[in-house]
Structure formats: structure tokens, C-alpha cells
């Protein structure tokens, strides 16, 4: 949505920036995922942008990102101008992301300069001026016609230099050169202490946009998160975003971006067990979360796999995080109770993507989600179980990781079934992330020992927006899947008596 | 450039024969100032032993890369050798003869900011 609109925007207006005062500033898309999504469109259009933080948090990627994926995937040549790194190393780093810098250089999409000033090897003999770079940077930009830039850390002049005075006011002279000739510009700032965002202040000079990296290590994971501190004429999400570096590049995960405004279906969806359908007055709303707690051996992962192999077999795309079992397993155990998963599997229907929680840091479960989402569009998605993620970090973050994989999966439509294991002896109710106020549908399985035998019973906590029932019912598993009994409390039906009444159900 | 191919015959004049090169970015007021101190310093010190080669960066930018120009005016000593580099308009004599080696650099290898030695 943003996107379309910064694009029309940008073909009204034109390329070069104009007046900062309208309405609808103009943005350049940088095509580094989820990064347009949280600035409404991109960077400021023919504006430099500050991307600042420590050492070793993305600053280089994502100024490097935003040049490669400009020229190759949105028409606008780039020059880097390096501070730090030659030429051949910048390439070098980023070969593994699939970008290929020679290639974009060889087609005048790209070109690279290296700026070497060894430090304090230049002696000062009176007054001077950055016009050097200045030329530099010019003939680069008229030999590929060039429409963003970076500079990459334009503050080691500080270091080679002298005259720090001197300096400063090329360096803003630098930066109004730039947005004069419509260059939409990253510099790149490092942060050294926690009070200040750049070294030598470069934000007093680059007023339209600041962003911030930082990759910290939490419970010995280390996380990257994004965050705007400023973005002057747009509004724009001013958290922390969970940020990863991976094959593919920088992205971002935007999705707290919850525009409360999802449309709801009045559309159902099967739960794959008859009986709770008719519970729940027909069925799960689709696009909605469905909670799944019990102890362990209550059978959670059944009900999620009567759901999901309902949803397959009906031609839907299913995909099953495990966090717990491997694919095989899950199949295995529950070709016992009559869900033949192979098959789903086979047929490409059922995407398993197990993965140990504790394999990665939250963040990165976050991204896989959204890249497994993405690729495999699936109209079901379960994560079995949710708990598993405790170990992974405080609550307050699994809460706000797990809000954000709802939110997406209610933007996406996707219906989703989450189950997570209630201690034995803790009281049920208290949902361990509390997360249960997120969800739609919360569904409880218990034990009970009645006359010498444990029962499994259901209920239904509570459902949005269905009458659905509030009796709690026995419910049992044989080689065709899984029964609802009426439950009375009494004694089990015993022998006959129990089975007859598994058929009447 | 080509003043470093005679490299052998060049080693032992090393101290009588200077190769500088003046960067600009067309005729400014500071650029010609700085022309006019350097010739003044070299006149001075070096008579008869220089040669200086200006070359304007707005006529061919790309001269700008070898050399590593960011500052201008900048002037790179070729030789004799080691190369070295001083940037400014040259009013400050003396750093210029230290920047070009002419004078020994006062107490400590760094010159104080400032500190004038005269």
C-alpha cells in the first residue's frame, strides 16, 4: 500500500527533490525488506540519510544494499565512496549476499571509490578546502549518472585531517552539494558511546533522517534491531525492529505495524475434527489464532495435525513449524491415530520446517517465519508448540515476538493454530507468554483421573465472535483419528459401553 | 609518473632534484595564492632544484584517484623520495618546510598544532 502511494507520488513530483514542505514527501525505495514498510516508502528522495551505530551492526550492508538493489532492481545507479574498505573488499564482503559488484560496475550501475587518507600523514600549511572530494564524488556521479550515494565513513576524515573546523563546515557544504544535486545519499556515522549517535555529531548536519542500528547480545543471543529516530515530514514507527543478516541480505520485520484494520472473514474453516466443529458452531474463522493448551500428552499436536491434514486434504497449503519433533516423528506418531502426513508431504501441500528453538536467536525465528511464509503461502500455519521458545528470552520479548507473528498472520489471512504446554499443576488459565488475550479461539485439553483412568477432556475457553459451546467433553484417539464423547464426570463407560458411544459421536 | 621511470638514475640526485605537483580545482583566489607562496618558498630554498607541475582537477577529475586528492589545494612531493603530502594554501611557512622535509620537525615527530617554530 505504502509503496504504491510513495510511487505515484514520486511520478507526480519528479525525481529531483523538491520542496521538503509538501505534503507527501517523496521517498526512494530501497527495496531492503520491511525497511520501506516501517518509513512509508523508503528514504527521503534527494536527501541524505544517517544510518549510524556501532561497529559490526549492518551499517555497510545497508548502505550497500540500498545501492545494489537501486540499480538493479529499481533503475538508479549508485556511487560508493568508501572511507574505510577498498574497493575489492567491499565486493568481496557482500559476494555471499548474491551481489554481484563487478558486474554492476562493469555496467556503469555502479561505481566504487575508495578514499585513502592515512592518518595524520598530511601536514597543514594554511587554509584548505574538501574540494578534492568534491570532484571526485562529481565525476563519479556524471560517469554513470548516478542518483544515490554513500559514503561510507565520511567521518575517518576526521582522523586523517587536521582542522577539525575546517571540516565540519565542508562537510556540511558536502551535504547540501549532494541534496543541490538531488542525490538521495546514506552516510554512514559510528556510534562510540551511548550518549551520542555519531562520533564527530554528523546528525546536526543530516536533519532528514536518522536511523539507528544496533546488534547487542540478550541471554547470549545476539539480536539486530532498527529503529527511526527521526524522519522529518513522514510519520513513521519510532520502535525497535527486529533486524537479520542473512543469505538474502538486511530485513527488517515491521509487522508490530498493526493497522488494528484487518478485514474479518465470516468465512469458516474445518477444524478437521467434526465434533469440534460443531462446538464451535461450525468451525475456526479463517485468518483467526487458535490457542491449544494441556499438559503433556493431551494430545495437542493431534488436534493440530487433524487441522492441518483437513486443510491439505482439502488442496490447501499447510506449513507445521515443529519446534519440538522432526518430520518423520510427527509423522510416524500420528499415522497411529489414521493422519497419513507423508503423503501431504509428498505432494507439497504440507511444508514441516522443525527447527530446535533454541538454534537461533528470537528475531531470526521471526525472519524464518516470514521468509517460509513468503515463499510457500500457505492458508494454515502451525507452530507446535510455542512454549518451546521459552528458553529463547523474557517473556516481555516472546510476547512481542508471538504479537508479531499473529499480526502477520491476520495481514496474510493465514488461519493459525499455536499450541503451548501448560505445566502439570499450574493452573491452566495463565497461558505462560500471555498470550492468550491475542488470541481468537483458546482451546484447553486436560487429563483427568476418573474411576481408575485418565480421560482427555476438551473445552473451549473462550471463542470470539461464535456461540460456541461451553460443555466440556471426553475425547479419545483410535486408528481413525480423534473422538469427542459426552462427558458426564461419572464413572468411563466401560468396555461396550465406551465404544458404543465413541461410534454415536 | 613518468618522472619516476628513470628510477636507477634518479636514486642518487635524490637530494638536488624536486618533483612537486600542485593539485587545484580551477583558479580560485586560494589556488593562486597557494601557486604564488610555493614559488616563494622554492625560489627561497630550492633555486634552480624544482620543477612544479599544477594540474587542474576540475579538467580531468579522474587525476584525483592516484594521488588520493580530498584536500585542496594539496601539493605531493614525488621526489625526492618518500613521497610526501601537504595540504593548505602554503601561508604558513615554516610547516611548509617541514611538510617538504626542508626543516627537521620540531622536538617530537608530530608538530603541535599550532606551535610555531619560528
Known sequence: MAKHRSTAVRGREKRIGSGGLGKALPKCPTGIAGLDEITGGGLPLGRPTLVCGRAGCGKTLLAMEFLVRGARDFGDPGVYMSFEETEAELAANVASLGFDIPGLVRRKKLALDYVRVARNETEETGEYDLEGLFVRLGSAIDAIGAKRVVLDTIESLFASLPNDGILRAELRRLFSWLKNKGMTAVITGEQAHVDQLTRQGLEEFVSDCVIHLDHRVVNQVATRRLRIIKYRGTSHGTNEYPAMIDEGGLSILPITVLELSVRATRERVTSGVAPLDAMLGGGYWRGSSVLMTGTAGTGKTSFAVAFADSVCRRGGRCLYLSFEESPSQVARNMASIGFQLTRHIRSGRLLFNSVRPTSYGLESHLVNIHALVKRFRPETVIMDPITGLGGMGNTDEIKAMLTRIIDYFKNERITAVFTSLTDAGSSFERSEVGISTLMDTWIILQMVEAANERRRILSILKSRGMAHSHQTREFRFNSRGIHLLDFNGGPAPSGEASRRSERRS | ?118
Open chain 2, 1 to 118: 609518473m613518468k618522472s619516476t621511470k628513470p628510477r636507477a638514475a634518479g636514486r642518487k640526485r635524490v637530494s638536488r632534484e624536486w618533483d612537486l605537483r600542485l593539485y587545484i580545482a580551477g583558479l580560485t583566489p586560494r589556488a593562486v595564492s597557494a601557486l604564488e607562496n610555493l614559488k616563494a618558498i622554492c625560489e627561497e630554498h630550492l633555486k634552480g632544484l624544482y620543477h612544479i607541475e599544477v594540474i587542474d582537477l576540475l579538467k580531468n577529475p579522474r587525476l584525483a584517484l592516484g594521488d588520493q586528492i580530498v584536500a585542496l589545494p594539496t601539493l605531493v612531493r614525488k621526489l625526492p623520495v618518500p613521497v610526501r603530502k601537504i595540504i593548505g594554501d602554503f601561508s604558513n611557512t615554516e610547516r611548509v618546510l617541514v611538510g617538504l622535509d626542508l626543516r627537521p620537525r620540531a622536538g617530537l615527530a608530530r608538530p603541535v598544532p599550532g606551535g610555531k617554530a619560528s
